[in-house]
Nanobody
Framework: QVQIVESGGGLVQPGESLRLSCVVS????????IAWFRQAPGKEREGVSC????????NYADSVKGRFTISRDTAKNTVYLQMNSLKPEDTAVYYC??????????????????WGQGTQVTVSS
């Protein structure tokens, strides 16, 4: 049974950090690209970052480059999103998505095969 579970969200002040985790089961990271998407109220879901299954190469949205880092631990079936220097505009529900393939399509495929339930990130003073 395929399952994706995100965790690590919360309420932080501007400039602080959070690390999101995405634990997958029922499939292997060796075959699926994993992307983090986010969706703020009233806005479309957008790809934030993606890590490719084949070689671990990464892509980032311009809005998070230099602040966010995506990584994976294949032994733990887990993908992380380290978010530093958080800004109020980073406030959103963050989703993890799995897309079968060798390389990411930009910052993620909106038509990914599997999605998690999301975790809320709120950046506010």
């Amino acid at each position: 049974q395929v399952q994706i579970v995100e965790s690590g969200g919360g309420l932080v002040q501007p400039g602080e950090s959070l690390r999101l985790s995405c634990v997958v089961s029922g499939f292997t990271l060796d075959w699926y690209n994993i992307a983090w998407f986010r969706q703020a109220p009233g806005k479309e879901r957008e790809g934030v970052s993606c890590i490719s299954s084949s070689d671990g190469s990464t892509n980032y949205a311009d809005s998070v480059k230099g602040r966010f880092t995506i990584s994976r631990d294949t032994a733990k079936n887990t993908v992380y999103l380290q978010m530093n220097s958080l800004k109020p505009e980073d406030t959103a529900v963050y989703y993890c998505a799995a897309d079968r393939g060798a390389y990411c399509s930009g910052t993620g495929n909106i038509w990914s095969d599997y999605w998690g339930q999301g975790t809320q990130v709120t950046v506010s003073s």
